[in-house]
């Protein structure tokens, strides 16, 4: 039986803590694996630059170079990866402009673990 291979993740978020959080949460679930971390846009881009990674999950509201900014960079920079928005605003006035700039999915930044993993796993399946 061939082993499985994970769906690299890079976490995007100003917050460290919570960084912290959703790394421990991730690390449940064995077909997931994060491969780094960025505390701005800029960093994310550079970071997803580097790593290529499957699905990058992003903070929309950050200092400096926020989400929004970043998305239509990292589908430059990183074509392939899938990007999951979090954001503590409300997604029904988010959803449509954070989609409509290349993410592949929205959650509020409430949403639980089994949340966030679903959302992981549906934007890597497409």
């Not at 769906?7 to 100003?14: A, T």
């Not at 290529?52 to 970043?70: E, H, I, K, R």
């Not at 899938?82 to 449509?96: D, G, K, T």
């Amino acid at each position: 039986m061939a082993p499985v291979v994970p769906i690299r993740v890079l976490l995007c978020d100003d917050v460290e803590p919570f960084r912290a959080l959703v790394r421990a949460q991730l690390a449940e679930d064995p077909a997931i694996e994060v491969v780094g971390e960025a505390g701005d846009g800029d960093e994310g881009v550079e970071r997803a630059t580097d790593l290529q990674p499957d699905v990058v999950l992003l903070d929309l509201t950050m200092p400096g170079c926020d989400g929004l900014t970043a998305i239509p960079r990292l589908r430059r920079f990183a074509p392939r990866a899938s990007i999951v928005a979090l954001s503590a605003l409300e997604a029904r006035l988010m959803a449509e402009d954070v989609l409509g700039r290349g993410a592949s999915k929205y959650l509020e930044k409430g949403a639980d673990a089994a949340a966030i993993r679903a959302a992981i796993h549906e934007a890597y399946a497409g």
